[in-house]
């Protein structure tokens, strides 16, 4: 069975802090079919990051993808007051569990 | 302008079907699949399935197969999701988005709410 688990559930942090947001695939996985949402209460996901490492248009540099195998990252250098929200890593037809950023 | 639009919210009693649609503008339709993922009231995203306008051609989660169907309609730029046997834990926004063969998704409606109750 295909598990995408996404660490930690919750992340409280502060403005201008680093955020690093795990997501494990059994078993391992193709970089290609990995990406990263984020997705706003009362909003539609929005795709940050596709073939594990490529940004989407318009999405700001301080967001960067990385990772082979089993083990991906979501990284953002620092925290703006919009960047509190939920993110999910997705690998095709599965999407993680979520990872909720939190003002700390 | 790229982008996609879904009809509005439905309220179901169980055991009906439900059909929303998803109609995209600002882009080649028969370019892309047409991905539908669904979110229950605080839970997480659920991956349902995928259409292929310029086929026809489907992918079903397994959990729908046999309740689900996906369609296109290329002469109005519209997808469609039906979900028949409705069920209360089918309540949930559903979301239709645009998405590539290795399934990211760029471009997403706003969300249909489904509610179902008796």
């Known amino acids: 069975e295909f598990v995408l688990t996404q660490s930690p559930g919750t992340l409280s942090l502060s403005p201008g802090e680093r955020a690093t947001l795990s997501c494990r695939a059994s078993?391992?996985?193709?970089?290609?079919?990995i990406a990263w949402y984020q997705q706003k209460p009362g909003q539609a996901p929005r795709l940050l990051i596709s073939g594990a490492s490529t940004r989407a248009t318009g999405i700001p540099d301080r967001f960067t993808g990385s990772g082979a195998g089993t083990d991906f990252t979501l990284t953002i250098s620092r925290l703006e007051p919009e960047d509190f929200a939920l993110y999910y890593c997705q690998h095709a037809a599965t999407f993680g569990g979520g990872t909720k950023v939190e003002i700390k | 302008q790229v982008q996609v639009v879904q009809s509005g919210a439905e309220v179901k009693k169980p055991g009906a079907s439900v059909k929303v649609s998803c109609t995209a503008s600002?882009?080649?339709?028969?370019?892309?699949?047409v991905h539908w993922v669904r979110q229950a009231p605080g839970q997480g995203l659920e991956w349902m399935g995928r259409n292929n306008p310029q086929n026809g051609g489907t992918d079903y989660a397994q959990k729908f197969q046999g309740r689900v169907t996906m369609t296109a309609d290329t002469s109005n730029n519209t997808a469609y999701m039906e979900l028949s046997r409705l069920r209360s834990d089918d309540t949930a926004v559903y979301y239709c988005a645009r998405g590539d063969k290795y399934y990211w998704m760029d471009v997403w409606g706003q969300g249909t709410t489904v509610t179902v109750s008796s």
């Open positions: 600002g882009y080649r339709f028969t370019g892309y699949h």
């Open positions: 078993p391992g996985v193709s970089s290609s079919y």
